[in-house]
């Protein structure tokens, strides 16, 4: 095995991922760090979208630090969640990045200087993770006001304070003639971030959207169309993370030109544990949507992506369950591989982390994921196979760790606060949580 094969990751040289405030960081899985995975300048500003050129970002003494740590075995800090992932059997995003790509250990090793920076013009940026601010239409529990301008009201009722930190510093959030903002999210309009873009549209191969809700974003739109107009869309993958509450027609007629769409819809349970989690969306309009997405043309992949937290791992099995009995779905989740959902664990924040849950709790569920998989050895093969998969990697994750006593009180005074400001309450969602509480 060659040196550094069990941390490398294609992402440091391939990869360039935008936040909602324009700063750009290693991925969104180094947000697990205290630096959020922000890349820096040596003053310590971020590099930002809207004013730096992004060239400079990819040699940027922590991404030069990563690269070597690969080449040498060594985990980063940044890397941490995928390094705790694989520990405890689910699959990481390094993981899934190496499969997806062609470019391996041997070239990282030919193209990389000894102190770890790369000549960005032979190595022009393949993957871009683009997230044109944080206008979004839901205020999910583990989100917040740096992810969702829908959060704002309830941020300052909640803590009392029209203040939140992100990345680039403390935000303040102002009312502009009755409507709520953060002026920090107002980064895409810079042309000179339009403009390297657009020179890089030619070595595009995959795109990844994010939020805010990028079908409600018109600067995601204006790409699509400049990668249409260039004549490189028929080369380029999209993937998207959408909350699925909204298909625009025109987005599905902008698709048909690219390559490849993959669509993850943030889909975290069915009826009132949906609308309780990704507040306020409703579980009917959803399904009809995905309804329409599973009869979508044939370069369209769907799958269903599960966030698992404290408030939803208990019925995520009753989800599973639908989706095998019930749901009907021919694309979504059709592959092999994970037939039944896709599913990733909240790390942030804390706790809302499924590792905050009582022992007690974690016995049942931990019984109730192996009674599924001897559930799903009635139906298919694949379905049983990829049920031990989920519960091997999601217990063992739950289990080998306890948040409790760091973090359950406030789980707790989160989860009160919040049920009175939305008028809800945990009880009649999830009722064996609520006992527990």
């Known amino acids: 095995m060659i040196k550094g094969e069990k941390t490398f990751c294609p992402i440091p040289w391939i990869f360039q991922a935008v936040r909602s405030n324009g700063d750009i960081r290693v991925c969104c899985q180094a947000n697990v760090t205290k630096n959020r995975g922000v890349v820096r300048k040596e003053d310590g500003t971020a590099y930002n979208a809207g004013i730096d050129n992004l060239s400079d970002a990819r040699n940027a003494e922590l991404m030069k630090d990563i690269r070597k740590n690969m080449m040498s075995s060594k985990w980063s800090d940044e890397c941490g969640r995928c390094k705790q992932e694989e520990e405890n059997g689910l699959t990481s995003r390094r993981q899934y990045e190496r499969v997806q790509w062609k470019f391996g250990m041997l070239d990282a090793l030919k193209s990389t200087k000894m102190d770890g920076s790369i000549d960005v013009k032979k190595s022009p940026v393949q993957y871009y993770d683009l997230r044109f601010g944080n206008f979004c239409n839901l205020k999910c529990r ?47 309009n810079s042309e000179m971030f339009w403009t390297q873009l657009e020179r890089n549209i030619q070595y595009m191969e995959h795109v990844y959207f994010a939020g805010g809700e990028p079908m409600l974003i018109e600067r995601h739109y204006e790409f699509l169309q400049k990668c249409i107009d260039s004549g490189y869309a028929k080369n380029i993958m999209l993937e998207y993370n959408t909350n699925g509450t909204t298909l625009p027609p025109r987005v599905v007629k902008l698709w048909s030109k690219f390559k490849e769409v993959r669509l993850g819809v943030s889909v975290d349970g069915m009826e009132s544990v949906l609308e309780y989690q990704r507040y306020p969306v409703k579980w009917n309009k959803v399904l009809k949507n995905l309804k329409t997405i599973d009869a979508l043309p044939g370069n369209i992949k769907a799958w269903l992506a599960f966030t698992v937290t404290a408030y939803n791992i208990d019925h995520m099995i009753d989800f599973m369950k639908w989706k095998i009995q019930d749901s009907d779905f021919i694309k979504i989740n059709s592959g092999s591989i994970k037939p039944i959902i896709t599913h990733h664990v909240a790390h942030n924040p804390p706790h809302l982390n499924v590792r905050v849950l009582p022992e007690e709790y974690k016995k049942e569920i931990t019984q109730k994921f192996a009674d599924f998989v001897d559930w799903c050895s009635t139906y298919d093969k694949k379905y049983q196979i990829a049920a031990q998969g989920i519960r091997n990697g999601v217990c063992k994750y739950m289990n080998s760790e306890s948040y409790y006593n760091e973090y359950w009180n406030e789980f707790i005074q989160y989860t009160t606060d919040l049920d009175r400001i939305r008028n809800e309450n945990i009880a009649s969602v999830v009722p064996s949580l609520a006992q527990h509480m």
């Open 142 to 188: 583990m989100c917040g006001p740096s992810d969702s301008n829908a959060w704002f009201a309830d941020w300052i009722e909640l803590t009392g304070k029209n203040t939140f930190n992100d990345t680039s510093g403390e935000i303040t959030i102002q009312d502009v003639n009755g409507k709520l903002c953060a002026s920090d999210f107002d980064w895409p």
